[in-house]
């Protein structure tokens, strides 16, 4: 009896450690980004950091101004969703509303696999065939411009926003389609005025965390957006996100450099961005669920 | 309990101690400075840590400047520079009590590159600096059709970015949008398939499928980049403190040898042989 107890106890010592480090992971990160990247305030102003309109860190004397970075990012991030919004959300209530067993068992799995390609593949993808692509179709002077990450992007992040808008759409309670149905109503009006007003806040909750998974993402723009570090608002121009920046600079970045340190604080400024958008994604879910009477 | 411990950590002592000291005893040779120099200094360490087992060759970038300021200060063996010593950090080093004495490893050479398509059959520097600064944006303005000119650049933080920013920009901003890429394959890739473009990369990754042009009507090979004819060609160094002895002498006389000059270049640069 005795022994089974203390075995029970390791086990949970066990589970809670791992479940911990995860936790000690994050704080590490969180502490590295601050020590790291806090040090450049001494020499350039948060203000002129974020709204400084030129990126020339390794001039004499240098410039460490991420607006067009920041917009790039946000940029890019809109346009993909563009692409993510009806296609993800689409195949999610396709899936979940109108596909027969047979048609979701296959679909769902290859909607997976698009999550399991890496984002260099994707990359090479944009590079060799969507750039050269909307070149000629657009008549550029380069097809590494900002659409063509977002359509990349946009496509990336199609699995995050459709396996969470399904999770979504699976929690909309029964009653209420077969209570639209009483009243006469037909598939399409039970779609589109019932099941997604009920699972709208999850809904977007999938869209967002989908931006964060965008946002975030560096290889594909890295390969495929330019590489410009310009404020603008055309899609046709190449284009430099944040995680682009930090990607091909911190190599050679000198080690304790205030450049270094400005890399740090970019990563800094995205993570509190991306953090911002989960917040606001748990948010909305933690009051839809209770507003659906299911348990937090 | 107590004296167990300690006894423990007076043995974890000794032996930390006799590390140490087993460690100054052993060969050490370290090399700073210019990260254009860093990958030959990398591939030459590594290749001579090799061949002479318990040598330890610390190779570290930061710059040429701060290469030869840890020189002065007796802070590393070697300091590799993408420049010659100026005359104020000469005189600091005289002033130390150093005496620099210089090398010169490699030649560094960056060919302007377009696409094949491209009608224009060369540029002068002063063309050139324009279109990377901004001045000119339209090829019709350097005698070819018109059509927007894709200027595509390394990052800023790369060496070759670095090289080229001094000999054909003369340190002024490149236009901002410019593509800054992240590797010399990139441009090349890039010039390869945008009719529009111009890119700039290191001699080794001329291919077929881009044109390099002449720059003030001389071609990047070679031997214009050995004699310093080309205009975006440079020397790359390696200062040491004194007539080199030793190790030093050893390291150097190896990257100056046959082989030593085969790694060279196989970075990318142009050896002295």
Redesign the interface.
């Known amino acids: 009896m005795k022994t089974r107890r203390f075995k029970e106890k390791i086990y949970k010592w066990m589970f809670a450690v791992s479940s911990f480090s995860a936790l000690i992971f994050l704080l590490g990160i969180i502490i590295i980004l601050f020590k790291e990247g806090l040090p450049l305030f001494n020499e350039v102003s948060l203000y002129d950091f974020i709204t400084g309109k030129n990126w020339y860190p390794t001039y004499d004397p240098p410039e460490f101004g991420i607006l067009p970075l920041i917009t790039a990012t946000l940029l890019v991030t809109l346009g993909a969703m563009f692409v993510c919004i009806p296609l993800g959300v689409g195949s999610a209530l396709y899936l979940h509303e109108l596909a027969g067993e047979k048609k979701r068992a296959v679909i769902k799995p290859l909607i997976e696999i698009l999550a399991s390609i890496p984002s260099v593949v994707y990359g090479f993808f944009g590079m060799v065939i969507a750039a050269p692509f909307f070149q000629t179709f657009f008549k550029l002077p380069t097809g590494l411009c900002a659409l063509t990450a977002s359509i990349i992007l946009g496509i990336m992040a199609i699995p995050t926003v459709c396996s969470l808008a399904e999770d979504a759409l699976s929690y909309v309670p029964k009653s209420y389609k077969e209570a639209s149905y009483a009243l006469g109503a037909n598939r399409w009006q039970t779609m589109i005025k019932v099941v997604m007003p009920a699972a709208g806040s999850g809904i977007s909750t999938a869209i967002i965390l989908g931006m964060s998974r965008i946002a975030g993402e560096t290889m594909t723009v890295l390969m495929v957006a330019g590489g410009a570090a310009i404020i603008t608002s055309s899609f046709l121009v190449p284009v430099r996100p944040m995680t682009a920046t930090i990607a091909a600079e911190m190599g050679e970045a000198a080690v304790g450099s205030s450049h270094y340190q400005a890399l740090f604080a970019i990563g800094l400024v995205l993570f509190l961005i991306t953090l911002i958008f989960n917040l606001i994604a748990e948010i909305i879910s933690r009051k839809y669920r209770l507003k659906l009477g299911l348990s937090v | 309990m107590k004296i167990k411990s300690l006894s423990v950590n007076i043995i974890g002592l000794i032996s930390m101690l006799s590390v140490i000291s087993f460690n100054l005893s052993a060969k050490e040779i370290v090399t700073e400075g210019s990260?254009t120099v860093l990958p030959i200094a990398q591939i030459a360490a590594e290749v001579f840590m090799d061949k002479n087992p318990g040598v330890d060759i610390s190779v570290r970038?930061?710059?040429s400047g701060?290469g030869i300021t840890s020189f002065i200060d007796g802070n590393c063996d070697i300091a590799t520079a993408s420049r010659a010593m100026k005359d104020t950090e000469m005189q600091k080093a005289v002033g130390n009590g150093k005496d620099p004495k210089a090398f010169v490893v490699a030649m560094d050479g960056i060919a302007v590159i377009l696409n094949p398509s491209n009608s224009v059959a060369g540029l002068t520097k002063k063309q050139l600096k324009d279109i990377y600064t901004g001045k000119i944006s339209d090829w019709s303005k350097v005698g070819a059709g018109k059509?927007?000119?894709?200027v595509i650049s390394r990052?800023?933080?790369?060496?070759t970015?670095?090289a080229f920013n001094e000999l054909a920009l003369d340190?002024q901003?490149v236009r901002?949008?410019?593509?800054?890429?992240?590797s010399n394959q990139?441009i090349a890739?890039?010039v390869a398939?945008?009719p529009?473009?111009i890119g700039y990369v290191g001699l080794g990754y001329i291919t077929d499928s881009v044109k390099a042009i002449p720059i003030n009507g001389i071609i990047a090979d070679k031997k214009t980049v050995l004699s310093g004819k080309y205009p975006l060609s440079r020397p790359l160094f390696m200062y040491t403190n004194g007539v080199p002895t030793g190790l030093v002498k050893d390291f150097i006389d190896f990257i100056m040898s046959e082989d030593g000059q085969k790694l060279v270049e196989e970075e990318g640069f142009v050896g002295l042989k």
């Open positions: 990260t970038g930061g710059g701060v059509g927007k000119i894709v990052d800023s933080a790369s060496g970015f670095e340190k901003k901002r949008d410019a593509l800054m890429q992240a990139a890739n890039i398939k945008t529009q473009a």
